[in-house]
């Protein structure tokens, strides 16, 4: 499975086989340990971020929930943005922006099997950000994701298909949150390297289709532009933008490494956006807090 897909969804991040909270990775994925999943409780912190010529943004995300078993488990949360604009051009100045992003619930179905791995996730979003900094659409947004998985030795190939009305920060943190109907795709490969060492490599696809709204985390409501706006980045010029599909459909690759470990979960990763031409680094952790209590208190 995917490392670096923020499809993912969007960190990676303690990915499908681990907790993942809508930091760089799906916001719906199981809470696990390196060994399986965790019955019962769960707690998760997670810290991620992504950086390119535009500026970075970065999450700390707090998620909690319930796995009933290793095939059904619920998860709430809520991200802590800080979003800094690099202020590339000469006729801007550099701005920060932090704040609390939307809160989320998901569901998870996870179905193992011999011939192909099935996992589900369903997640929805109230709108607590603030939309005019970029934090929130102002919507209710919702995320249907499938994946699919069979390793092959030391491989492990892997499809997933989703539909939303936002696009999701599963591949990277994108300067902005937006709002309008589309379908994503990723498709690639996982590699176990050495011990807790794997690496992956994916395309991606974001399809919108019809309206489409678009809320910068660069440009303040009334401000002057982030950038020059080219290769359809219209979160560069203005803080809300609406328009047709061009202006969330992207599609790109992923490169990405990841550490699972019982406790702690560390990854690094590059995505090459080919509709916006941005170069993207992205990373993070996330700690599993239940196992590492669990830790503390047998010590």
Known sequence: MSLIRYSVLAL????????SIPALRAQTTPVESAHGTDIGWQWVEQFAGSANTDGEVMALT?????????HLGLLVGLPVYFVHNSSSTSTTTATSVNGVGDFFAGLRLSFPNPAVNYRMALT?????????????TGHATYDWTNHFDRKFGRLTPFASAGLANSVPNT?????????GHLVHFEGGTA????GPLSASASFYDFAPWGSQQVFSRLVAKGGRPAGPGGHGRAYELNQQTTGGADLTRDDGFNLGV???????????GFTHSVHFDLNVFSF????????LIHRAGGA
């Open 124 to 136: 929805g979003t109230a709108p607590t950000g603030d939309s005019s900094n970029g934090l929130s």
């Open 62 to 70: 707090s998620a909690g929930g319930y796995n009933f078993s290793s």
């Open 12 to 19: 990676s991040v303690i990915l499908w086989n681990s907790f």
């Open 191 to 194: 590699l176990d390297l050495v």
């Open 258 to 268: 990841d550490a699972r470990m019982s406790v702690f979960d560390l990854w690094a």
């Open 284 to 291: 993070g952790i996330g700690v599993n807090m239940r196992s």
């Open 171 to 179: 591949v990277y943190f994108q300067q902005f949150t937006s709002f």
